[in-house]
């Protein structure tokens, strides 16, 4: 499947891997939830809270593309090989949709507070470097 959507791709004019044009949403989405968390704690910008939630629903929207655009790039580019670096990216993917799923459910950005779920949205930032980093690395070979 792999290699029929590539030839597909080649045969459109499109030759780059498809993963890094994606990953902006997941990386975006997530970046803009824990600046608007962090600004809704600022005197009269309580309302931001909800710009910081509904980017965790387009972050969590966002993540199912992106996984299945790098593990795309992975089987063609790097002909699926089990290396460090994607078993991390594999690792820091499952534990940032988990996050964002539970701050999807539990969160209510009418009512927030320096909490746990406060804490949640710091650690999808920690998990979005940590793929940005790895992704990094793995280009740059
Ligand atoms: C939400 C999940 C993910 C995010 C936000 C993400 C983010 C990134 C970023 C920012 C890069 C660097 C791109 C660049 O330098 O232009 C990258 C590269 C890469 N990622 Fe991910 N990644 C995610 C999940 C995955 C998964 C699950 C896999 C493999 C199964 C994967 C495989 C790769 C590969 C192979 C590269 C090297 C560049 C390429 O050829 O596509 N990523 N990723």
């Given amino acids: 499947m792999t290699e029929t959507i590539f030839a597909f791709l080649n045969s459109v004019g499109f030759t780059h891997p498809l993963h890094p044009a994606l990953t902006h949403i997941p990386m975006g989405m997530v970046m803009g939830a824990v600046v608007f968390r962090m600004a809704s704690f600022l005197p009269k910008m309580k309302h931001l809270a909800k710009t910081g939630y509904h980017c965790v629903i387009l972050g969590l929207l966002g993540i199912p593309p992106t996984v299945f655009a ?72």
């Fill in 70 to 141: 790098g593990y795309l790039d992975w089987q063609h580019t790097y002909r699926g090989e089990w290396e460090f670096l994607i078993i991390l990216k594999i690792i820091l993917t499952g534990i940032l949709t988990i996050t964002l799923a539970a701050i999807a459910i539990m969160d209510d950005p009418q009512d927030t507070r320096f909490d746990k779920l406060t804490l949640f949205y710091i650690l999808t930032f920690i998990m979005a470097a940590g793929l940005g980093f790895s992704g990094g690395e793995i280009q740059s070979g």
